[in-house]
């Protein structure tokens, strides 16, 4: 067999989703195979979740006695040092899944700036409908 020479190996199997992931279902009638969905993960959104919990650490350790002084600290505006602030309180879970990339398909940054309820069980609904 020579570098220029092909060959094709061809496998009987049938891919089939079932409850939003992938089945691949053997030739022979065996154990079905379950493919693990892709990881999306969003570096924008683990990026300010960092960023907040840094930025709350910076407040409660005193190094800096307000929103004021760490958006000039950080050279950017007050607002958007509180919106992000907000992150921390996002459910542990919440923060889990978005680190794992297992995040909602419709979980956006700009939604998570936008507001969410504090209360954890309240998130979940109203992240995860």
């Known amino acids: 067999m020579s570098a220029t020479d092909t060959f094709t190996v061809r496998i009987p199997m049938q891919i089939r989703k079932r ?3 992938k089945l691949i279902l053997a030739p022979d009638g065996g154990q079905p195979i379950w493919a693990a969905p892709r990881a999306r993960v969003d570096n924008t959104m683990i990026k300010a979740i960092a960023r907040a919990f840094r930025w709350r650490k ?4 005193g190094v800096h006695a307000s929103i004021e002084e760490v958006a000039a600290a950080e050279k950017i505006n007050a607002s958007y040092v509180g919106r992000v602030l907000r992150l921390t309180l ?4 919440i923060i889990e899944a978005i680190m794992e990339g297992r995040q909602p398909t419709g979980m956006t940054m700009a939604g998570l700036l936008t507001g969410f309820p504090v209360v954890w069980a309240e998130q979940r609904a109203a992240l995860y409908r």
Not at 58 to 61: C, K, N, S, V
Not at 90 to 93: D, I, T
């Open 19 to 21: 409850g939003g992931r």
């Open 58 to 61: 910076l407040i409660e350790t």
């Open 90 to 93: 996002l459910a542990p879970e």
